[in-house]
């Protein structure tokens, strides 16, 4: 039997994270080959993947990062079943190097063939899986690009947003931080009136109407008074119509301008659940 020393453990357990237990009977399977070791344990984590695939991954961290140049975000969810395992320092740690490497990609299938230290996203996840022993996937993936980027992680890594803006002005940083906290606490459905789907609007005018015949309003004067509360339904689920958060009598759009000629122009929302 080839021995196997601390040192080879310890360095097969840095490469892969797995535990030293495990990293010792591979390399013993695998007769001290460091190389068909990291294949034992990847083969491993595809077992455990292939036997957890209908769990359900419903906890995890959302993070959200933003370039260097503060024109591009990205949120990633990095999803596993429990939140014991969620609130763990690795597996934050992990999706936080995730949202580094997605930076540079557009797409999920793309950042799934990103390199990870000598591997693919994708079979990193799979390795993890092994390490865990729980389903780890990738369940929500956003970008965003505009003038200028800003994010915001909740409390708990649950919910994360990013919001674009116009234009980079003087302190800029406070605005898109505090509308990206509002997306985050509001969640809005839409950035504002153009951007909500036609089927909504039409449900929310029958709703309307339906609550207004009941109420013995007149027929003929449905429509004008429905169209008044898709008014006040763009207020409350538009983003930048909404009351802000910090400050009730002003709208976002408005909160926003008091840094100069700055608009919001877009934001993603990603939670987990």
């Not at 009351?243 to 100069?260: E, H, L, N, P, R």
Request: charged share 25%; aromatic share 4%.
């Amino acid at each position: 039997m080839v021995k196997i020393t601390a040192s080879e453990v310890n360095n097969l357990r840095k490469t892969t994270g797995v535990r030293m237990r495990d990293c010792k009977n591979a390399l013993v399977e695998a007769e001290g080959n460091f190389e068909k070791a990291i294949e034992i344990l990847r083969k491993k984590g595809q077992k455990v993947a292939a036997k957890r695939a209908d769990r359900d991954s419903s906890e995890g961290a959302v993070i959200a990062n933003v370039s260097g140049n503060k024109t591009t975000g990205v949120i990633v969810s990095l999803n596993c079943e429990t939140d014991f395992v969620a609130k763990n320092e690795k597996f934050v740690n992990l999706a936080k190097e995730l949202a580094e490497i997605a930076l540079e990609h557009s797409s999920l299938d793309s950042l799934m063939a990103a390199q990870f230290n000598g591997m693919s996203v994708s079979e990193k996840l799979i390795e993890q899986t092994g390490v865990i022993g729980e389903k780890i996937e990738i369940g929500g993936f956003k970008t965003l690009e505009a003038p200028y980027v800003g994010a915001y992680i909740h409390a708990g890594n649950k919910i994360a947003t990013l919001v674009g803006l116009s234009a980079n002005v003087d302190n800029i940083e406070v605005a898109a931080k505090d509308v990206a906290m509002q997306a985050a606490a509001m969640n809005p459905i839409a950035l504002n009136e153009e951007g909500v789907d036609a089927s909504v609007i039409e449900k929310e005018i029958e709703i309307a109407k339906d609550q207004l015949r009941t109420e013995g309003k007149p027929e003929a004067m449905l429509d004008n008074i429905a169209k008044g509360k898709l008014k006040r339904f763009f207020k409350d689920n538009t983003l930048v119509n909404q009351a802000f958060i910090k400050d009730s009598k002003v709208s976002v759009a408005d909160y926003v301008k008091t840094y100069g000629d700055v608009a919001v122009t877009a934001f993603e929302r990603v939670a987990l659940g």
